[in-house]
């Protein structure tokens, strides 16, 4: 396994926006799926959106139509755009990226909401 380069997040008021960016290792080939998780204190780490390599993106119920995932192949990066942001939303984000052979994580951006 290797190591995310994760960047963004911080501390936003209740209908704000937030943009999270990602970058693989030069290590990294053959990306298949990329995604984001979050985690809130007290809280199992949960899925918020994935992407295919195809572009194919997938999304939890309570993000839907105010987060968009996004990823550049070439660049190797994913990103997070969150907008109308909830305090239900404050919770460490962690990008993930999967090949046939290896899976990687970001070291976590804390997203604070301010009701």
């Known amino acids: 396994q290797g190591q995310l380069v994760q960047s963004g997040g911080g501390l936003v008021q209740a209908g704000g926006s937030l943009r999270l960016s990602c970058a693989a290792p030069r290590s990294a080939y053959s990306i298949n799926s990329m995604g984001w998780y979050r985690q809130a204190p007290g809280e199992q780490r949960e899925i918020v959106a994935t992407?295919?390599?195809?572009?194919?993106?997938n999304y939890a119920d309570f993000v839907k139509d105010r987060f968009t995932i996004s990823r550049d192949n070439a660049k190797k990066t994913v990103n997070l755009q969150m907008n109308s942001l909830k305090p239900e939303d404050t919770a460490v984000y962690y990008c993930n990226m999967k090949t046939t052979i290896n899976t990687y994580w970001g070291q976590g951006t804390r997203v604070t909401v301010s009701s």
């Open positions: 992407i295919t390599k195809e572009g194919r993106t």
